[in-house]
């Protein structure tokens, strides 16, 4: 007998099964609704592979909406990133793009048809006087004062609210359910509110705009929407996302169920934070790359694949947690390790002089692109007398267990030949300017070479042909001993060294062909890709996606 292959399935995953095996519904189709209010972040990639890979897996459709509901925080600057960001996670929309603001008639009418009913109706009350009617979480709310208007009365009000009588506040339409209910969301909530502002998409044709928990289950139900996926804190709107969809007719009526959020530890996520930060000139954008929107995890080097796999990895489940943020990290190095080519950069380098080789002569050296994937092919890389190090790969006075150079010692240098430190110079301060060595021309890498062994390695920067980089070293933007938040006043805890600019660095010539968000691991550096804003192939620019080293341990099986 052949052993049987058991799939598990996620929570959602297995209520779309249910669904479709009771005839509910016939197909799948799923959205990712964000607002247009600012830049995607790691969290909505996990809503947006979530909710397209659901529309894959079932032969279904996935559609992109933008909830652009409320014009006051809205631009079409984030309508066009968040376009790209989902593009680029792989998730397609076809020709399934909408917009919720095209639904403001339907919503209008939907609205109507609930003050017909006896549903709906305008209050007057202010702010302060709906929150003193609202109750509490352990008391029942008070009816208000206007709760029993007539329809006639109500539909003319309503029409007036719409026809611009009305001042922003002065008159709000609410649903007409139940002022006792145990759900908050349920005491009438406001369903329209006045508001004098220019739309985005629709000018000024509207100066009432319906509230997002009205808005937004008659949004799913016109597209016909199955499964209205979203995360846990939706959870007890759920009631009223199910009486708006039945009580306005709609059928079939469309499915939300809630999945926890993706919470990354010591990293800042909140657009108000991010928007403070960006207006302070903390950081160089909604795009720096210190940062986890998803523009700014593209700009630092990150992959649609390495945020997949991260994904995967967190997994879909109802319990609210938090994930290390060296998880992500571990995601780009595994999707990073097999596929990019193996460089030479020196990132603070000093000179050194091989005194006893030709002085004008240049050798090109075959090296691997990558040692464990010999499918990335060979390059040729230029040697001569005179190279870069790095100044950490040489010492006056070693320590112990210290196996590169100093005064004496032979190392490899690597691709190459052996070299033995004979003399070395030093400017006024006592810095090391230039190390000076002599090579053995038999120890050539690659002629099988064992008359003797060494048992350092270093990389090295053919000097007359290396190209001159930045390079800048990100860490985490957030102090990560005191945690993100400031518990006194709730600013943010910044990290003072999250970014090291490095002007001068020097990088084989290899680099000629490469162009914006191309990325390399950089040989004992750690993995660096091309910045996509400021880098030109006069003046390349990198950025440092991850180092090499990774803190994060994978669960044992």
Partial sequence: MGEETTVSKNFIEQEIDKDL?????????????????????????????????????????????????????????????I???VKWLGADWGDHLYFASNYFDQMYECAV?????????????????????????TEPGKNSPYRDRSVEENLRLFEEMKDGKYQDGEKVLRAKID???????????IIYRVAHMTHHNTGDKWCIYPMYDFAHPIEDAIEHITHSICTLEFEDHRPLYDWVVKECEFDPAPR???????????VVTGKRYIKKLVMDGIVDGWDDPRLVSIAALRRRGFTPESIKMFVEMCGVSKSQSSVDYAMLEYCIREDLKMKKPRMMAVLDPIKLVIDNYPEEEVEYLDVENNLENPELGMRKVPFGRELYIERNDFMIEPPKKYFRLFPGNEVRLMHAYFVRCVSYETDAEGNVTVVHCTYDPETKCGTGFTGRKVKGTIHWVSAPQAKKAEVRLYENLIDEEKGVYNKEDGSLNLNPNSLQILKECYVEDSFNEAGPCDSFQFVRNGYFCIDSKDSTPENLVFNRIVSLKSSFKLPKK
């Fill in 21 to 81: 095996a009771e005839g509910v519904y016939s197909e799948v189709c799923t959205r990712f609704p964000p607002e247009p209010n600012g830049y995607l972040h790691i969290g909505h990639a996990k809503s947006i592979l979530l909710n397209s890979g659901l529309a894959k897996k079932y032969n279904g459709t996935f559609h992109l909406r933008f909830d652009d509901t409320n014009p006051m925080k809205e631009d079409m600057e984030f309508v066009e990133s």
């Fill in 83 to 85: 376009k790209e960001d």
């Fill in 113 to 137: 048809k609930l003050i017909k009913k006896g549903k709906a109706f305008v209050c007057d009350l202010t702010a302060e006087e709906m929150r003193e009617y609202r109750g509490t979480l």
């Fill in 256 to 266: 939300q169920i809630e999945f926890s959020k993706l919470y990354l530890t010591n």
């Fill in 179 to 189: 002022m006792a209910s145990p759900n908050i969301n349920m005491r009438d909530p």
